[in-house]
T-cell receptor, first 113, second 114 residues
């Protein structure tokens, strides 16, 4: 039981490049979330999903897209990376019913130059 | 939407002393309040949570109190140890949000000095 995993762990992009971050969970959770963490700003919600094919915008969605084609996977895409997207990205998953408890992945440190 | 404010932003305590972190929330309907601990370079991990039908909850050296009237909740760490050094985040969630979203505070950096 790996819990929540994220790939890659680190990435450096040039401005304008694209990439996809992968989150996978093996706890059969319905709810999955993508956050970004910046110094002094806590965890800010980018996008979230309540099940396969269902996604919604969070607090800071601009410049990101997501897909949930399989229940266990939640992908975060950056179509044209900008330096403002330099951050640590965390994925989290929650229970089948809204029990509110969220379990976090190890994070992806992204630098855009 | 929900807004959570967390104070202080940094907290330095001597080993063995107590630490208290306070959070206020704006949505009176919020009913779930977790606390996460994040060590340097690691993922946030849930350490304790409280629901609105309870005023206080303890787990060994940590406790959380909730004042629904004043819309604030606090984390108390007693007999602090160096391994308590980390960033602590509070969060709140409202039942009106069926997606289980959490609104996080900005975090408190706790440093325990020997």
């Amino acid at each position: 039981n790996a819990g929540v995993t994220q790939t890659p762990k680190f990435r450096v992009l040039k401005t304008g490049q694209s990439m996809t971050l992968l989150c996978a969970q093996d706890m059969n959770h319905e709810y999955m979330y993508w956050y970004r963490q910046d110094p002094g700003m806590g965890l800010r919600l980018i996008h979230y999903s309540v099940g396969e094919g269902t996604t919604a915008k969070g607090e800071v969605p601009d410049g990101y897209n997501v897909s949930r084609l399989k229940k266990q996977n939640f992908l975060l895409g950056l179509e044209s990376a900008a330096p403002s997207q330099t951050s640590v990205y965390f994925c989290a998953s929650g229970g089948t019913v809204p029990s509110y408890e969220q379990y976090f992945g190890p994070g992806t440190r992204l630098t855009v130059t | 939407g929900e807004n959570v404010e967390q104070h202080p932003s940094t907290l330095s305590v001597q080993e063995g002393d107590s630490a208290v972190i306070k959070c206020t929330y704006s949505d009176s309907a919020s009913n779930y309040f977790p606390w996460y601990k994040q060590e340097l370079g690691k993922r946030p991990q849930l350490i304790i949570d409280i629901r609105s039908n309870v005023g206080e909850k303890k787990d060994q050296r940590i406790a959380v109190t909730l004042n629904k009237t004043a819309k604030h909740f606090s984390l108390h760490i007693t007999e602090t140890q160096p391994e308590d050094s980390a960033v602590y985040f509070c969060a709140a969630s409202s039942p009106a949000d069926s997606w289980g979203k959490l609104q996080f505070g900005a975090g408190t950096q706790v440093v325990v000095t020997p």
